[in-house]
């Protein structure tokens, strides 16, 4: 478990990797489906020691790692169920009396080959080693190299035994999943060089995805690296809004700001307020609740030690005013929440004000109309998120920044907060660069699989040897839509 995995040690795992995908490919997505329920109940089976050991690693509560590990679970099986929807079959039947005579088409989707993933530190579970990236990229039928996160490598060890001892059960190739140990770059880079390498699934840094992207891109056969780099997830206050609930709105945003210590890629960063006669009410209600919000471990050391020092940078910064600040402890584990605030002027005038602080920081940006609100709202690249906290008459008088808002983001939210991110259908998790590197995809929910899958089309093939999803006889009794209307009939 100590030390770096070598590098002709990790030319081998891929070569197995590459040799269990062509083995996964012959099985179809019901029997694909059926592994990783038997992944899903290999973790839940996971005792004690796995929220123990987490707990040891992170310094995240019993409570968030109980919560997160079934959110783990359910990934897997929601993923596992959603297969055949994801897959979206199309049948088009040939018609030989046309002229031209039209060919039989059908189409499936299958999985784009062995696939490396980057276990994230903020979530162990979820986004780590038997994470969401690992999760839909079996889904699609490919195989996982994942390169565990340092911070965290016994919690990795036991999610990736895991994995294994459901692949051993399955009876499936033992190179379907393993894992490369690698403290510094090198064996990260070596992996999205290699030319078995099919794609990338990465959640941290926007330095660490941004560098994994441009090597991709430069490689003989480029491949897509989807990266989701983080986000300020700001947050825009409307004067109706604020006039009927500041006290309110106050509590909420705290409470978003610092779950998790403000280690979420969702926490709302910056927050975009009316300078209006009940903005002091909003400023003295969230001062209180920063100043009696209690200094908490961050998941390691060196994001407690960026956490000081980017929020210290961005304090220097001329017209920035400390709001309210939380107790200081232990300043090089814990991260203690800050508020501070600037004007739209001061933040349209400075780039540098815009930019992540990881943690608990919260930058409040006052503005005097609806054209600065739009003017700053145009300065921000691509987010995860943005809010919009607003009365019905707020929404109809701000038109134009709502629909600035809209090519900013991949999550558009209406008062509420953006760190609760649901595993369905309808969530996006990912937004313009920046933010994520392919905004077309999101790396939470069923739809999270088509990023590791490509289209296939079979013309003119003989029923017995086509995928059976694609079979006449539809033996996997699934969803397909066949020349235009859906159904689960045979032909």
Do not use: W
């Given at each position: 478990m100590n030390g770096n995995t070598p590098i002709s040690?990790?030319?081998?795992?891929?070569?197995?990797?590459?040799?269990?995908?062509?083995?996964?490919?012959?099985?179809?997505?019901?029997?694909?489906?059926?592994?990783?329920?038997?992944v899903a109940d290999e973790i839940e089976a996971l005792g004690p020691e796995l929220i123990d050991t987490a707990k040891l690693e992170t310094n995240l509560p019993d409570a968030r790692l109980a919560g997160e590990k079934a959110r783990t679970v359910f990934q897997w099986r929601s993923y596992a169920d959603a297969l055949e929807k994801v897959l979206d079959i199309r049948i088009d039947t040939a018609d030989t009396q046309r002229t031209p005579p039209k060919p039989d088409l059908?189409?499936?989707?299958?999985?784009?080959?062995?696939?490396a993933v980057f276990g994230a530190?903020?979530?162990?579970?979820?986004?780590?080693?038997?994470?969401?990236?690992?999760?839909?990229?079996?889904?699609?039928?490919c195989s996982v190299i994942v390169k565990t996160h340092p911070g965290h490598p016994k919690t990795s060890a036991l999610m990736a035994g895991?994995?294994?001892?459901?692949?051993?059960?399955?009876?499936?190739?033992?190179?379907?999943?393993?894992?490369?140990?690698?403290?510094?770059?090198?064996g990260g880079q070596y992996l999205v060089a290699h030319p078995l390498i099919k794609a990338v699934g990465f959640t941290g840094s926007f330095a660490g995805g941004k560098a994994l992207y441009d090597l991709a891109a430069k490689r003989p056969e480029?491949?897509?690296?989807?990266a989701e780099m983080g986000s300020v997830n700001p947050?825009?206050?409307?004067?109706?809004?604020?006039?009927?609930?500041?006290?309110?709105?106050?509590?909420?945003?705290?409470?978003?700001?610092?779950?998790?210590?403000?280690?979420?890629?969702?926490?709302?960063?910056?927050?975009?307020?009316?300078?209006?006669?009940?903005?002091?009410?909003?400023?003295?209600?969230?001062?209180?609740l920063i100043a009696d919000t209690s200094a908490a471990p961050m998941l390691h050391q060196g994001i407690a030690s960026a956490y000081c020092k980017n929020k210290a940078a961005l304090l220097a910064q001329a017209g920035v005013t400390v709001l309210a600040e939380a107790p200081e402890t232990s300043p090089e584990t814990?991260?203690?929440?800050?508020?501070?605030?600037?004007?739209?002027?001061?933040?349209?005038?400075?780039?540098?004000?815009?930019?992540?602080?990881?943690?608990p920081f919260g930058l409040i940006i006052t503005y005097e109309n609806a054209q600065e609100a739009e003017a700053i709202a145009k300065t921000f690249h691509g987010?995860?998120?943005?809010?919009?906290?607003?009365?019905?008459?707020?929404?109809?008088?701000?038109?134009?920044?709502?629909?600035?808002?809209?090519?900013?983001?991949?999550?558009?939210?209406?008062?509420g907060f953006p760190t609760g991110v649901e595993v369905c259908y309808a969530m996006q998790h990912g937004g313009p660069y920046p933010a994520s590197t392919d905004s077309r995809f999101t790396s939470v929910g069923p739809d999270a699989i088509k990023r590791f899958l490509r289209p296939l089309s079979y013309q003119n093939w003989p029923d017995e040897w086509l995928p059976d999803e694609l079979k006449n006889a539809n033996p996997l009794g699934i969803w397909r839509t066949v020349n235009g209307e859906l159904t689960k009939s045979s032909l």
């Open positions: 040690e990790i030319d081998q795992l891929v070569q197995q990797a590459h040799e269990a995908f062509l083995a996964f490919k012959r099985i179809n997505s019901k029997q694909r489906a059926a592994f990783m329920h038997l059908r189409k499936t989707a299958v999985g784009l080959g062995v696939v530190s903020n979530f162990p579970f979820a986004f780590s080693t038997a994470g969401g990236d690992t999760a839909s990229a079996i889904a699609a039928g895991a994995i294994k001892a459901a692949v051993q059960r399955a009876g499936l190739h033992t190179g379907l999943f393993t894992e490369v140990r690698s403290d510094n770059v090198e480029p491949i897509p690296v989807f947050v825009f206050l409307l004067p109706r809004k604020l006039e009927k609930a500041a006290a309110d709105v106050a509590k909420q945003y705290a409470a978003s700001l610092t779950l998790g210590v403000g280690q979420f890629c969702t926490n709302p960063g910056i927050f975009v307020a009316p300078n209006h006669k009940d903005l002091p009410q909003f400023i003295d209600a969230l001062k209180t814990h991260g203690n929440a800050t508020v501070a605030t600037v004007t739209a002027n001061q933040f349209l005038a400075n780039e540098q004000l815009g930019h992540e602080v990881f943690g987010e995860l998120t943005t809010t919009v906290l607003a009365e019905p008459e707020d929404i109809h008088a701000h038109q134009s920044l709502i629909e600035v808002l809209t090519g900013k983001c991949g999550r558009l939210l209406l008062n």
